[in-house]
């Protein structure tokens, strides 16, 4: 499948992946894709929020690692949620700029479904055993299709997130001695625990 690529992904992004797949680079298009519609840059800090539809009972949530690597929301920043939906589709949302909802075109997650890559998996073979030219095919492909070929977007009109107010403030737990954020300290006989040695108390 000789087709010409028109996007690319950085090398750290598989790196920080671990393996070369599909579903990492589609969400990485995914992500792009978002960005581009809402008119706004990768997020440095977090004033723009991911909500992954997908879920941890399935396979190919390899798309959310691209998706973090491409708006710079980060599980770590906690402004990437998973919905566990059970689907391959992400809200982007950024207070005064909108939401938008993207989602990979049924047809061409069939398309893709149906790469030598796949029968690899299909026998339990790891992502990183593949040989690197059926992962590139496929890789390839997904990086030869505009956007509007590999997905569907709508704009969420009425769709708003308010975070939860965090501190940086550590109180040490009267049980073991360990520093734990304020708001997670629980009373309990006038001592004030962490979550763990409340639940044992
Ligand atoms: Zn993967
Ligand atoms: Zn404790």
Redesign the pocket.
Known sequence: MGQKRIHEIPEWVFEF?G?R?P??PLGYLAGKYALKLLGIEKEKDTNTYVFSETGDGHHQG?FDDGVQAATGCTYGKGNYKRLQYGKLAIIVYKPDKGAVRIRPKPEMLNEISKFEFFKYRKSEIP?SQIPREVSDEVINYILSKDFEELFYYEFLKDFTYSPPKKTMTRIICDGCGEPTYENYIKIFNGKKLCPRCYEVK
């Open positions: 992946h393996h797949c579903m990492m390899c992502a």
